[in-house]
């Protein structure tokens, strides 16, 4: 296989939809770092995806309380919101297994989709919604190109995405186990991104 830009890692090539974007160290640019961004859609238009370890003191009782959604005493008042990016944060996006029939959802991979509607968030304050899901405040969006820059200079690692990880496991283990999928202990690498 020939590659026409021996600097670019194959992976850029790829299509990156249902992968993790892992930051690197170096990247500590607040929202992003030791971000986890599960990337549901990456073309040739662009990438966007929702940070996956970003935690905010907002819950979904919050939030359903300013949306004035009637709720019911049967669901998880205190499930947090997570920051899902720095993009329209003033918007709602559920990412969740399984996919289900929703008014406005983008359907990542068979089992996992990204819903705005706000039918989704009217299930989730009855108990009625996914049992798995991610409730996130904006998201992160690339442009064109962008997206496969950026993996180029080494300010994210990229891998297929784990479904546990996003559901399961706590929170502030997300970005050490999304790098451990790919051998990669991060607390051994440098803050200094191309430098040995």
Known sequence: MADTDDSTPNETADNLTGHFLIAMPSLNDGIFNKAVTYICEHDESGSFGIIIN????ITLEQIASEMKIETSDNYNHNKPIFLGGPVDQGR???LHRPSGE????LKVNDKVAL???QDILQ?????EGPKDCIVA??????AAGQLDEE????TWLSCPADEQIIFDTPIEERWKAAANLIGIDLSLLSNDAGHA
């Open 54 to 57: 970003q935690q905010t003191s």
């Open 92 to 94: 709602g996006f559920i």
């Open 151 to 154: 993996i180029a200079s080494n």
């Open 137 to 142: 405040l904006g998201y992160a969006g690339w």
């Open 123 to 127: 299930a989730l304050v009855h108990d």
């Open 102 to 105: 929703w008014k406005s959802s």
């Open 115 to 117: 819903t705005t509607s």
